[in-house]
């Protein structure tokens, strides 16, 4: 029985920081939305537990130690007293830290199928999810949701501006690591997120004073014919367009330079 999860990439239509919690994690409102596509976990009966790694990134994730898809699957097996018998699989499509919550994505992907595989409650996935890391269970959702506090108290979202929106991510393959751009926010809060589209994204400045080419992915999506909306994501580099129709995406995907990374998508 060999059972397929998708983890979808995560975008941040806006991104407030607004100060710092208790506990030092910075509080945050932002509003998830997730693309059709992304990476995918498939999970097989397996003597005892391991992980592979395939895809066009698995060869950014070695010799990194324990990944997400590995704390997820042994932290829900220990909260739900079963073996952790399984052989995971997962299809790394995304680039590694690039703010579309790859890491994360997979993690809930991994909760989501093994909940199903192991036929336990589903709130074991829901307490472990915020244990992995602030965007997981937002990522456990998959669906467009505001967040607040570190980013981990949701609310769903209803907007027909957002569903079926064609989408274009690009990256320009430079990781960037999230606590060096949260290290770099000023401290300025700017205000509180109420509508998407005049909202923004407090760690743009300092993502781009790490990596200048963001720069250049914002100005080349904003030219593109058909881009309603750009805006780069979570802690970067990646960002993203919408865009009027999918044949103005797809026209734009086509001319997007060799060396950055791109995917053509919707939004869920």
Known sequence: ML?????????NLALHVRGKL??????????????????????????GFRLKVAGPFAAALSGTG???????ALAL?????????????????LPVASGIGGGSADAA???RLLTRMWRIDPRHASAVAPTIGSDVPACLLSMTCRGEGAGDGLELVDDPAIAGAPVLLVNPMIPLSTAQVFAGWEGTDR?????????????????????????????????????????????????FALFKTEDA????????????WHMASVLR
């Not at 005049?198 to 790490?210: H, I, K, S, T, Y």
């Not at 080419?213 to 805006?231: K, M, S």
């Open 249 to 260: 995406r797809d026209c734009a995907a086509a001319a997007v330079p060799a060396k950055w």
């Open 3 to 11: 059972l397929k999860e998708p983890a979808p990439a995560k975008l």
């Open 191 to 239: 205000g509180t997120l109420d509508e998407w589209r005049a909202g923004r994204n407090d760690l743009e400045a300092p993502a781009r004073a790490l990596v200048p080419e963001i720069g250049d992915v914002l100005d080349w999506l904003g030219q593109q014919a058909g881009a309603e909306f750009v805006r780069m994501s979570g802690s970067g580099a990646t960002c």
């Open 66 to 72: 324990p990944n997400l898809v590995e704390r997820a």
């Open 22 to 47: 208790p506990d030092g994690r910075h509080r945050l409102e932002t509003l998830f939305a997730f693309c059709i596509d992304g990476d995918a976990i498939t999970a097989e009966p397996y003597d």
């Open 77 to 93: 097996a220990d909260a739900a007293k079963v073996e952790p018998d399984v052989l995971l699989t997962l299809d790394k499509r």
């Open 109 to 111: 992907a991994t909760l």
